[in-house]
């Protein structure tokens, strides 16, 4: 199991400092969709040339023009990037065909899907690479969060990995570690703690010991 860090109310300098702190202990950082809106894709650049041997995801949450996105993503520097499951089927096709030539990965986020097991079936079957369940900021408000989405995607997905996102903290992480993605995603969880190197530290522990 992978452990995504997400970046989202930083700018580039003090995205740099927190990977700087918690390096050691994740595997993919997320340049996260405020980042983008507030930096550009130079945030992708500057955050992979600084941290070359960490995967480095651009949550672009591609809604159309798949394959151009994918391109200009690419372009930066990113490993992987996201695309909306609510978007049309062409346009996940246009990003995993791109995707596929530049031999990056596709993660598609599931947010405000209304059947979670229909949809992931259709998008697994168009070749994506991640799966994501995912209750964002707004869904998070309203006191939900995504861990039964997560077993539903684990009993219908056959190809892709899975992954979960969405208000995760250290006392909630060993009920996500129970049901087995094959990633987590983390961002406030570990940004808004004092000592976020010790917090990553102890959720790396879970994860390898499966808790
Ligand atoms: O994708 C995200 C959200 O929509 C804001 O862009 C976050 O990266 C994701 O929710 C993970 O962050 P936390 O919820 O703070 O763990």
């Not at 927190?18 to 202990?25: G, L, P, R, T």
């Amino acid at each position: 199991m992978k452990l995504q860090l997400a970046l989202d109310l930083v700018d580039i300098p003090a995205a740099k400092l927190v990977v700087k702190e918690v390096a050691d202990y994740i595997d993919i950082v997320e340049i996260g969709t405020p980042v983008v809106i507030n930096e550009g894709l130079r945030a992708v650049k500057e955050l992979k040339a600084e941290f070359p041997s960490l995967e480095v995801l651009a949550d672009l949450k591609i809604m159309d023009a798949g394959g151009y996105e994918v391109i200009k993503a690419s372009e930066a520097g990113a490993d992987i990037i996201t695309v909306l499951a609510v978007s049309d089927n062409d346009t996940i096709r246009g990003a995993v065909e791109q995707a596929r030539k530049l031999n990056k990965k596709i993660m598609v986020d599931m947010i405000n899907v209304p059947d979670i097991a229909a949809r992931a079936q259709e998008v697994d079957s168009l070749g994506v690479d991640y799966i994501c369940v995912h209750s964002g900021y707004d869904h998070q408000a309203a006191g939900k969060n995504s861990f039964e989405d997560l077993a539903v995607i684990k009993s219908v997905v056959r190809n892709a990995q899975t992954a979960i996102a969405g208000g995760i903290k250290l006392g909630t992480l060993p009920e996500v570690i129970k049901a087995a993605p094959d990633l987590v995603i983390v961002g406030g969880g570990i940004t808004s703690q004092d000592d976020k190197k010790a917090v990553a530290a102890q959720m790396r522990q879970l994860i390898a010991q499966g808790q």
